[in-house]
């Protein structure tokens, strides 16, 4: 089945048609002013889940996913606090990355920082100079968005309604409002980089665009990030590549919109938000990955503790069947295949189906449990595994399974003491309470021993 997924450039539903095996990726990262908040990982959840099903698919999977470590944001936060910029960026990386590694997301293939391609980005400012469509100006540099004809090709933004509402700040030395920086002269005790305009530093557009030719090249085959970048990011990053190179960039663009909190867009810099970690220490990581993935990656989304709790209970749904499967069936099998989840998935990436039929699969399962048909009940199993598998979820089986053993046993044990303190009333009370629970209660020869029906 052919992978298509919406594309915001051609506003469609586009095939996926890498050149050789390989699936080429730039997924804008984050910037690192302050810590992970919780509207950050829903695009790093999307994109490692789409990244597990290609893999499926049988693709490679080349994926760069960036860190801004220099931006003007970095900087203002780094003086409040009276730290080293690059100590603040740091220790937000590092964050972000304990994070990610907890939630079960998988490292990119490469995750290049701004300031690690300053070479890059000063060589891509002198290509756009010297096509003509950026200028220098008193130490620094703008893109001059008048001379490209396309620009607002991905935003569908008309240049004369921008225009109109545009102004030059009293720092800026542009000629029209919207012109962008491409790079930045340092202010006093700002940090800086030597260029040929003089020490400065790059715009927060232009390190994409170079950092993504560096290890994609053109035309590579998806640039995903938030929807809010959509405009100016990266119609600019657009911009600049296509203006120095006049080579096509990403082929298609995947847009995964916002997390909302009461109904705006979490934001850094009005400290509107959840932080990451705090939603990792109250919840099983496989929690939030349920949250994220039970809403398409194209739909809005609200954070609500409710939800979560829902997305908690329908986790332990899962992990409740699996546990009472494994009983029956012992170590865990793959299913190799799974051809309505492929369909759903190939399909714009279609989560929310995807957990449907996860949830079939675990009432089917259920239902093979109480009718002892334990065909029926491996036959579910085994897709189930794989479904969990492609998404991402890492049940803890386990330990699961363990928890439930300790249980049982201490009901027998219980058990065999009320009735060795001839308390036979209680004891046969008990056994009434385990079998209205679903559990079966067997004396035998053996001694006593309790089964899911
Ligand atoms: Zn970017």
């Known amino acids: 089945m052919q992978v298509e997924l919406y594309d915001t450039l051609s506003r469609q539903k586009k095939p996926l048609e890498p050149q050789d095996n390989t699936v080429r990726i730039y997924h804008c990262g984050m910037t690192v002013q302050s810590r992970p908040h919780v509207g950050h990982l829903r695009g790093y959840i999307v994109m490692d889940a789409l990244r597990r099903f290609l893999r499926f698919k049988g693709y490679e999977i080349k994926l760069v996913q960036n860190i801004t470590d220099i931006d003007d944001k970095v900087i203002e936060k780094s003086a409040a606090e009276g730290i080293d910029w ?47 469509h950026a200028y220098e100006s008193k130490g620094d540099v703008y893109f001059d ?27 800026e030395n542009k000629r029209d409002p919207l012109d962008f920086a491409l790079w930045k ?73 916002m997390l909302n909190l009461r109904g705006e867009k979490m934001s850094k810099s009005t400290g509107h938000l959840v932080v990451a970690s705090d939603v990792i220490e109250a919840y099983d990581p496989n929690v939030l990955r349920m949250f994220t993935l039970r809403v398409h990656y194209r739909a ?38 799974y051809p309505k989840l492929d369909a759903v998935l190939s399909d714009d990436f279609n989560t929310p189906k995807a957990m449907g039929l996860v949830f079939d699969l675990v009432h089917q399962g259920n239902e093979a449990l109480a009718s002892g048909d ?77 089964r899911f029906r």
């Not at 220790?91 to 997301?105: F, G, H, Q, W």
Request: glycine content about 8%; charged content about 30%.
């Open 86 to 132: 690059r100590m603040l960026a740091e220790r937000n990386t590092d964050e972000l990355l304990r994070v990610t590694d907890a939630l079960n997301i998988e490292r990119p293939t490469v995750m290049p920082r701004a300031t690690q391609h300053i070479e890059e980005i000063i060589d891509l400012v002198s290509k756009i100079i010297e096509k003509g």
């Open 374 to 450: 334990k065909d029926k009940l491996a036959e579910a199993t085994v897709k189930l595994n794989l479904a969990l598998q492609i998404l991402g979820f890492k049940p803890r089986r386990e330990e699961g399974v363990q928890d439930v053993k300790t249980l049982l046993d201490l009901l027998v044990r219980f058990r065999s003491e009320l009735r060795a303190a001839k308390a036979f009333e209680w004891a046969d009370k008990l056994r009434e309470m385990i079998q209205e629970a679903g559990l079966i209660m067997e004396d035998t020869k053996e001694g006593t021993r309790i």
């Open 185 to 257: 002269a340092a202010k006093q005790g700002e940090p800086y980089w030597y260029s040929p305009w003089g020490k400065g530093r790059p715009g927060w557009h232009i390190e994409c665009s170079a950092m993504s030719a560096h290890y994609l090249g053109s035309e590579f085959d998806l640039h995903a990030g938030g929807e809010d970048l959509v405009f100016p990011h990266h119609e600019n990053e657009i911009a600049q590549y296509e203006a120095a190179t006049g080579n096509g960039f990403a082929k298609a663009w995947m847009h995964v919109e």
């Open 300 to 337: 809005q989304t609200e954070y609500t503790i409710e939800g979560m709790d829902e997305a908690r209970s329908a986790w332990e749904r899962i992990t409740t069947f699996l546990a009472a499967a494994q009983q029956v069936l012992g170590e865990p099998a793959l299913a190799t295949e």
């Open 145 to 171: 968005v008048r001379s490209y004809s396309k620009y607002g090709k991905l935003s569908g933004k008309n240049i004369d309604e921008l225009e109109s509402g545009a102004r030059i700040e009293p720092s």
